[in-house]
């Protein structure tokens, strides 16, 4: 077969893609011992960073980066199903070439679904980083938690109210 390919026309004289490659003459030697090295500086950057990141105060700080990191993609998200509906309803054609990138970031809905979890569940730690207006007692004068601001704003900040809104 190969004989018969490389006879059948002229290209295949002066291209032969069967022919053996620089690669095919040189096998790789190397294996995979020049990756433990890197594999065990990550393995333990990682435990480190999970041993600090257990304290109260960085524990704070990575909710916060946290929720803003999601926020981010989540605009990103939005933004990009935005441009592919506008595109679908003004039936535009100039974006043809361009209509791929929002689609492929409007993909990743379903991740930033799993993503919140997290944040989910921070909202029912009545005591958490972020969300204070979950605790109990805010509208309560005589409670620890008392604050006149939330008192006022109690119908809106509520967790079953917040479902809702997330949920549409």
């Known amino acids: 077969m190969r004989d018969s390919l490389r006879g059948s026309s002229l290209l295949m004289k002066l291209v032969d893609p069967l022919a053996p490659t620089k690669s095919d003459r040189y096998p790789f030697t190397g294996g995979s011992r020049s990756y433990i090295i890197p594999g065990l500086i990550g393995v333990a950057a990682v435990a480190v960073s999970i041993v600090v990141g257990t304290s109260e105060m960085f524990l704070e700080q990575f909710y916060f980066s946290y929720l803003i990191g999601w926020t981010f993609c989540l605009s990103l998200a939005l933004g990009c199903m935005f441009i592919v509906l506008i595109k679908h309803l003004v039936r535009a054609e100039w974006i043809v070439a361009l209509r791929r990138i929002p ?11 799993i993503l919140f979890i997290p944040i989910l569940v921070s909202v029912f730690d009545a005591h958490g980083p972020y969300h204070h207006w979950t605790a109990e007692g805010l509208d309560d004068p005589t409670s620890n938690y008392y604050d ?21």
């Open 103 to 113: 689609e492929a970031v409007v993909v990743s809905f379903p991740l930033l679904i």
């Open 148 to 168: 006149e601001i939330l008192a006022g704003k109690v119908a809106y900040l509520n967790i079953p109210f917040f479902l809702i809104r997330i949920g549409f």
